[in-house]
């Protein structure tokens, strides 16, 4: 979706400001809503792409006047009441209204560690051919859908090489949205930055992007 | 971080910025209870979850593997080969780092990572991305002018070198690898690492000079 999520290239929001000796977490709520949402991803009921997707979906003035702990804490709360975890009811009373659902492994503190040092595994073991290689000229799709996408605004339509082929992943633009893993290649792709940006960007920089095959044409 | 312990101290501050503060801890705490409830979620595994990324998980794991790759010749070619094998050597593995690019930096290509649509940063060896690798300004600003994102933090480059941005559309994970500053040769690892800043990790400054600030 063409959402204000997608800010590459953006002008106006001011100087970067970074902050000396920062704690990770500047209120003991942003730690407790940053566990919270993982621990409840934990539960198996939406994967990281949905995830992304449901803050993509805020109201945009709500995203671009929230902070980065409370777009996970309203993304959390649609995540909860679209997976049937938690009602809007029960969210704003703070109030269980019905039973938990059944059969949901909850995560133990005992079980943290293994999770954390494992991760998940986003590469998918079958056996596609590569539709391009290092080197190949090729050109970003002109789509704007609605649902979620990993192609930037600021890439498409646009030229570039392929300068890694990472092999075959999930494809994030599929799992977001609800239409299943679509294994398939995902590549690194140079772009010259006056490619993407113009003349006035500077003749020697480059932007690589991760775009999956079904972004891409051969040029 | 200890600035856990300190939080109540600062609560004064945040309320009297406004009531938007109070409103989003008490609907977080609204949340936990509910979910405590429920049953969806075990409080000790919140406060697990928020030890290992306040304390476990940082900025010194990946230091340690920029410091072994530039002590160890053979180690830096498998951290530019397979950069997920090489770092998980050192024991950094797990979630937003399950797959690993390590990119490196040399008089000739400068390495900067940003994630234009979310965050995305590599936990196992930076730990959870600092506020402004999440602003709004970098994220928006480090594509089409990451010379002045540099310049913001102090790096100006020459013309001839190549910015190379890499922007995390995916779930590979970028770790720059930055050049080993000048005037370090004969430090051993532990003396390395301390050269090696989050920041310069991330590509928007150098590693530090020895003798320098830190």
Redesign the interface.
């Known amino acids: 979706m063409n959402g204000v ?7 106006g ?7 000396h000796d ?8 942003e ?6 949402r ?3 991803s934990m ?1 198996g009921q939406w994967n ?1 792409d949905i995830g ?1 997707h449901a ?1 993509e979906r805020m109201d945009p003035a709500g995203y ?1 006047a929230s902070t ?1 702990y ?1 777009r996970w ?1 309203a993304s ?2 649609t995540l ?1 009441i679209e997976a049937g ?2 009602t809007r009811d ?2 704003d ?4 209204a019905g039973p ?1 659902p059944a059969g ?1 492994r ?4 005992s ?3 293994r ?9 998918v073991d079958v056996d596609l051919a590569a539709r391009f290689q290092v080197g190949d000229t090729v050109v970003t799709r002109n789509d704007h859908p609605l649902g979620h996408t ?3 605004r ?2 498409r339509a646009r030229h570039g090489v392929i300068d ?1 082929v ?1 092999g075959v ?2 494809f ?1 633009d599929a799992s977001g949205s609800k239409r299943g893993d679509q294994p398939q290649h ?1 590549y ?1 792709v140079r772009f010259a ?1 006056r490619e ?2 113009g003349p006035q ?12 095959n079904a972004h891409l044409e051969p040029a | 971080m200890s600035d856990h312990d300190h939080d109540h101290d600062h609560d004064g501050h945040d309320h009297a910025d406004g009531s938007r503060f109070s409103d989003v801890e008490l609907r977080v705490k609204a949340l936990e209870t509910l979910l405590t409830r429920k049953g969806l979620v075990d409080p000790a595994t919140i406060d697990r979850l928020v030890e290992t990324y306040e304390t476990r998980i940082g900025p010194r794991n990946g230091a340690r593997v920029v410091a072994r790759a530039w002590a160890d010749p053979a180690y830096k070619v498998r951290l530019l080969q397979d950069a997920t094998a090489a770092i998980a050597e050192l024991g950094y593995t797990g979630l937003q780092g399950e797959h690993m690019v390590a990119v490196e930096n040399t008089p000739q290509i400068h390495n900067l990572v940003v994630c234009t649509l979310c965050s995305c940063y590599p936990w196992p060896v930076l730990g959870l991305p600092p506020v402004w690798y999440k602003s709004y300004a970098y994220r928006s600003k480090a594509v089409i002018d990451p010379r002045g994102v540099l310049a913001e933090f102090g790096l100006t480059l020459g013309p001839d070198v190549e910015v190379r941005v890499w922007d995390s559309t995916a779930e590979i994970r970028y770790l720059v690898l930055p050049e080993r500053p000048a005037g370090s040769a004969g430090l051993d690892e532990d003396a390395l690492a301390e050269l090696v800043s989050r920041d310069s990790m991330i590509g928007v400054t150098r590693a530090r000079n020895p003798g320098a600030r830190s």
């Not at chain 1, 730690?31 to 919270?36: E, I, K, N, Q, T």
């Not at chain 1, 009373?93 to 269980?96: F, I």
């Not at chain 1, 960007?201 to 999956?212: E, G």
Request: no cysteine; proline share 9%.
């Open positions: 999520h997608d800010m590459g290239g953006m002008h929001f001011g100087p970067i400001g970074p902050e920062e704690p990770v977490f500047h209120h003991r709520w730690g407790r809503v940053f566990a919270l993982l621990a409840a539960l990281i992304r803050v671009l980065y409370e804490l959390l709360e909860l975890l938690a029960e969210i009373s703070g109030v269980p938990p949901l909850v995560p133990a503190p079980d943290v560690d999770i954390t040092a494992k991760g998940r595994n986003f590469r990993r192609l930037p600021y890439a890694r990472h992943f999930i994030a995902l690194s930055a993407l940006f960007a500077p003749a020697a920089d480059t932007v690589l992007i991760d775009l999956w």
